[in-house]
């Protein structure tokens, strides 16, 4: 049931509204980046044009705007998070910076030979590297939540995968590979039973789900703007007030001090400790515009509409021979991603042929390789669904697919 009007919404999305190799663009590469409403390039547009300046230096009228445009912005994000309160907001360039900065901040202090550090197999790899960087430094060790068939995380043996010598669990909230929605508050209790911290990727969780992070009881969620209508380059890491305090700045420079002298300095307070040198302004005054836009469509209405587009998305596929889909057979458990192979067709050449028809999904091991190795393919085609996407574009799809099955057999 989709509770606003998608054709109002589509024309909303200037990029949407074009040809693509002749044909009306139907863009299914959501979980890679999302398209922009007009609302967030206009208001990216006027801080450019209208109160261009450097934040929190400047005590000129513009340089005021922009420190004012810039700090609303993070309220309105960390409020839409249910943050307890906007300094638990550090402004990242997305979510791989985030988890870096955690790995790096966090880490380097906080782990120690020895200690582990437990994962799954169906990271993204944003949030497989970063540990894996800490770990040649400090000795922990790497272990590994397994996937059963359907692309779920096996959790029968949580207890005796932590243990006291878990530090940290890091998980991701819904797979970018095979759209799955892992029942992360069941991860989170776990692991703070036997003392462990928890970091959520919510790279694609932030983007179908409302989240609530003093709800869920993580200590880290990591997110990106431009999957959710937002810019590139600018993302954001939540965290408990408590342990950004506790943690090192992990980089440094203008902005995140508070005294520099000749051999040592000493730091601003919460988040901009964690904001070394200029940051990217407009893209977070955009991000807090892209927030204000979902927001008024409510996140509830919108995993609604992507639940009943993925619905009518499956049941469709379904009717085509020789298609093989990857992740869990409930849409209760599963986001708004449909991985799959059409028979001996190469992905890379699924994606051309829908590409020539004016059709735009992804094809490769979408930056998640242990979960191909797991499934023993080497990549996957990729349709990701949006809130603007409609039943028209999974029948152009599926069209599509027919063309494939008719060069493939
Ligand atoms: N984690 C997941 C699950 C993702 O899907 C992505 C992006 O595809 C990332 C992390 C990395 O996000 P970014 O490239 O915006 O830092």
Redesign the pocket.
Same mark, same amino acid.
């Given at each position: 049931m989709t509770l606003f009007d998608v054709q109002a919404v589509r024309d909303q999305f200037p990029a949407l509204n074009q040809q693509v190799h002749g044909r009306p663009l139907v863009y299914l590469d959501n979980?890679?980046t999302s398209q922009k409403p007009r609302a967030v390039l206009d208001v990216q547009e006027a801080y450019y044009t209208q109160d261009n300046a450097n934040v929190h230096r400047g005590i000129h009228e513009l340089s005021r705007r922009a420190t004012e445009a810039y700090e609303d912005a993070r309220i309105k994000v960390a409020r839409w998070i249910k943050a307890a309160d906007s300094a638990e907001l550090v402004w990242t360039? *997305?979510?791989?910076?985030a988890i870096n900065l955690v790995a790096m901040g966090w880490g380097l202090d906080n782990i120690s030979e020895g200690d582990e550090i437990v994962l799954t197999e169906m990271e993204?790899h944003?949030?497989l590297v970063p540990w894996h960087l800490l770990s040649r430094r400090t000795g922990a060790v790497l272990r590994y939540i397994d996937l059963d068939d359907q692309g779920r995380l096996i959790l029968d043996n949580l207890d005796e995968l932590l243990t006291e010598r878990t530090k940290l669990v890091a998980c991701?909230h819904?797979?970018?590979a095979l759209g799955t929605i892992n029942p992360v508050e069941r991860i989170i209790e776990a692991a703070h039973a036997v003392g462990a911290l928890v970091l959520i990727?919510g790279?694609?969780g932030i983007v179908h789900l409302p989240v609530d992070v003093q709800a869920l009881g993580a200590d880290f969620y990591c997110f990106?703007g431009?999957?959710m209508c937002g810019p590139t380059g600018i *993302?954001a890491l939540w965290a408990r007030r408590s342990i950004l305090e506790a943690m090192e700045p992990w980089q440094g420079g203008g902005e995140m001090i508070r005294f520099v002298h000749k051999d040592h300095s000493t730091w601003a307070e919460v988040p901009h400790k964690f904001e070394a040198g200029t940051p990217n302004i407009a893209g977070a005054v955009a991000m807090g515009a892209a927030v204000d836009f979902l927001s008024d469509l409510g996140m509830e209405a919108i995993a609604a509409h992507e639940r009943a587009i993925m619905e009518y998305a499956l049941a469709r596929v379904g009717e085509i021979a020789g298609i093989r889909v990857f992740g869990p057979e409930s849409l209760d458990e599963r986001s708004a991603v449909l991985s799959f192979l059409l028979g001996d067709a190469h992905p890379h050449d699924i994606s051309t042929i829908l590409d020539s028809e004016g059709i735009a999904v992804r094809a490769g091991h979408h930056?998640a390789q242990l979960v191909m190795k797991r499934y023993g393919v080497a990549a996957t085609a990729r349709a990701s669904f949006y809130l603007y996407n409609t039943t028209e574009d999974v029948d152009r799809f599926v069209d599509g697919l027919g063309i494939v099955k008719g060069i493939f057999g």
């Open positions: 979980a890679a360039r *997305g979510t791989t910076e993204h944003s949030n991701g819904v797979s970018n990727d790279a694609q990106s431009h999957k *993302g930056c």
